[in-house]
């Protein structure tokens, strides 16, 4: 019977293991506001090697009925709620940690790349700011000998007016990176927001397929459940 039990307890491990990682990794993702199919699939993998390894290093099922059996809990329902919320307590909050942290590492990523290519853009009118105020030091310094020289006065009209373009620029090249910057994540709200609903969210998944995974383990076992 021992043998049984233990067949049993792994293969509820991997069901119960990969199921609450499809469910939150999804879920924690895609609440944390920066869903990608491939943060999803990032967090999918790494939070399901997370779960198998605490499913063999736990044996909740053992965890749930000690503390049942020492709270006197006999109705079946209630030795369910309770076993459900031990096994929330045991998974999601390190999950949902992980996964959330793996949106928020994509999202920061996503954001840094874009502020890269803002400075880049920032350096190049940076550039232009220096040419066009030497190109107006230069005429300046040649009306300065020929102060009544038309052609060099219109010129120097065109370089302030150009000037003032690219300073515009600058300006409006520098307001846009300020706002990809304000976009990164709160991550403490994000992160509390997220916990709080992957833990109702995991209580009712636990609660709903732990039964129904707990038949079928006995099924494949091919043991009829106690």
Same mark, same amino acid.
């Given at each position: /019977?021992?043998?049984? %039990?233990?067949?049993?307890?792994?293969?509820?491990?991997?069901?119960?293991?990969?199921?609450? +990682?499809?469910?939150?990794? #999804?879920?924690?993702?895609?609440?944390?506001?920066?869903?990608?199919?491939?943060?999803?699939?990032?967090?999918?993998? =790494?939070?399901?090697?997370?779960? #198998?390894?605490?499913?063999?290093?736990?044996? %909740?099922?053992?965890?749930?009925?000690?503390?049942?059996?020492?709270?006197?809990?006999?109705?079946?329902?209630?030795? &369910?709620?309770?076993?459900? &919320?031990?096994? @929330?307590?045991?998974?999601? $909050? &390190?999950?949902?940690?992980?996964? =959330?942290?793996?949106?928020?590492?994509?999202?920061?990523?996503?954001?840094?790349?874009?502020?890269?290519?803002?400075?880049?853009?920032?350096?190049?009118? %940076?550039?232009?700011?220096?040419?066009?105020?030497?190109?107006?030091?230069?005429?300046?310094?040649?009306?300065?000998?020929? *102060?009544?020289? *038309?052609? &060099?006065?219109?010129?120097?009209?065109?370089?302030?007016?150009?000037?003032?373009?690219? @300073?515009?620029?600058?300006?409006?090249?520098?307001?846009?990176? +300020?706002?990809?910057?304000?976009?990164? $994540? $709160?991550?403490?709200?994000? /992160?509390?927001?997220?916990?709080?609903?992957?833990?109702?969210?995991?209580? =009712?998944?636990?609660?709903?397929?732990?039964?129904?995974? #707990?038949? #079928?383990?006995?099924?494949?076992?091919?043991?009829?459940? *106690?």
């Amino acid at each position: /019977m021992e043998a049984i %039990q233990k067949k049993v307890t792994r293969i509820m491990n991997i069901l119960m293991g990969v199921t609450m +990682s499809f469910c939150l990794s #999804l879920f924690g993702t895609a609440t944390s506001g920066h869903f990608t199919v491939v943060s999803w699939l990032i967090s999918f993998v =790494v939070s399901t090697l997370i779960a #198998l390894i605490i499913g063999f290093l736990i044996n %909740q099922k053992k965890l749930s009925d000690s503390i049942n059996d020492k709270l006197g809990i006999k109705n079946k329902w209630g030795r &369910l709620a309770l076993g459900s &919320l031990v096994s @929330n307590i045991i998974y999601t $909050p &390190l999950l949902t940690i992980i996964m =959330v942290a793996l949106a928020m590492f994509g999202a920061n990523a996503g954001i840094n790349k874009a502020v890269a290519a803002k400075d880049n853009e920032i350096s190049a009118a %940076q550039q232009e700011i220096t040419q066009a105020q030497d190109e107006i030091d230069t005429l300046n310094e040649q009306l300065a000998n020929t *102060p009544d020289d *038309p052609a &060099l006065t219109g010129q120097l009209d065109g370089a302030n007016q150009k000037l003032a373009g690219l @300073n515009e620029k600058l300006k409006g090249l520098e307001a846009a990176k +300020s706002e990809i910057e304000a976009g990164r $994540p $709160p991550v403490s709200i994000v /992160m509390i927001s997220s916990l709080i609903k992957c833990f109702i969210l995991a209580y =009712v998944i636990i609660f709903i397929v732990q039964p129904l995974y #707990l038949k #079928l383990s006995f099924k494949i076992v091919g043991v009829e459940m *106690p």
